[in-house]
């Protein structure tokens, strides 16, 4: 599956350089807003990831869980989320979006359903942080088949004969979980290690992408900048939170930092 996921990561191998995934909360704090910021940092982003609020997360850490109730305080549903999305993808069809989030929501929906809003709006990629290898595998297959990247998640703690397994069932990119903590966490683990661990999987199947989230900020960034992509999104959702209460253009302080995040990983 040739997906605009891959292409992109093929682009940024062409250009000698880690692809930037960036993170945001759909509906933060309005949908107005949290299409502007999309519009803005995809100048500098080569894939947006899109969370879909939710008030029991798993993974999220304080930043992103405050950018949910922003969201869900202002009354963001399911399908305001894809209205998000597609309004998005009409002025850039070429970006890859990424939907992140937990699968109750999917459930409730319906899986056919969801995945048909999914192919309607333009969604480029699921990531379902509560359904893993090999519960997703009949998922995934349905993704599959509507030209959705599903994407696999792998950790310090995934065996190798699991992630042989994974990587192989893997789509246009593969999330490596960089600790075990919620996101949003200070980085554990030195950035040696982590590139360490990134390398121990790009061995076991060097044709697949890999990308390091959990921890990424501008002050780590540049040390891991020879993953195949790296994902920053609590950080953006911190400059979020600070930029509403000083009462900032959100857009235009998120465009700052991306390009500036951006110019690190050149």
């Known amino acids: 599956m040739n997906s605009k996921i891959a292409k992109t990561?093929?682009?940024?191998k062409r250009e000698k350089r880690a692809a930037l995934i960036t993170y945001t909360v759909a509906g933060d704090n309005t949908k107005s807003n949290s299409l502007k910021i999309l519009n803005t940092i995809s100048k500098s982003a080569d894939i947006l990831e899109l969370g879909f609020p939710h008030n029991t997360p798993i993974a999220d850490g304080g930043q992103i869980q405050e950018s949910s109730h922003r969201a869900l305080k202002n009354g963001i549903k399911l399908k305001d989320v894809f209205k998000i999305v597609k309004e998005f993808k009409n002025s850039n069809p070429d970006k890859p979006l990424i939907l992140m989030?937990?699968?109750?929501?999917i459930y409730q929906s319906g899986e056919n359903n969801f995945l048909k809003n999914c192919k309607d709006s333009g969604v480029d990629g699921l990531i379902i942080v509560?359904?893993?290898y090999p519960?997703?595998?009949?998922?995934?297959?349905?993704?599959?088949?509507?030209?959705i990247d599903f994407i696999q998640l792998v950790s310090p703690t995934t065996s190798d004969e699991r992630m042989k397994k994974i990587l192989k069932d893997s789509h246009g990119m593969v999330y490596y979980i960089s600790m075990l903590s919620t996101t949003g966490g200070k980085l554990k683990v030195a950035p040696k290690k982590i590139l360490?661990?990134?390398?121990?999987i790009k061995n076991i199947n060097r044709s697949?992408?890999?990308v390091i989230g959990f921890g990424i900020t501008d002050k780590t960034i540049a040390a891991l900048k020879k993953a195949d992509g790296l994902v920053v999104g609590s950080q953006l959702c911190k400059t979020i939170t600070n930029s509403l209460k000083k009462r900032l253009n959100t857009a235009k302080v998120l465009n700052k930092m991306v390009y500036k995040l951006k110019k690190k990983i050149i």
């Open 208 to 210: 697949k992408n890999i």
């Open 135 to 147: 519960e997703n595998k009949k998922f995934s297959i349905k993704c599959k088949k509507k030209s």
């Open 9 to 12: 990561f093929a682009n940024c």
């Open 101 to 105: 989030g937990y699968f109750n929501l």
């Open 130 to 132: 509560d359904l893993p």
């Open 196 to 200: 360490q661990n990134y390398n121990k």
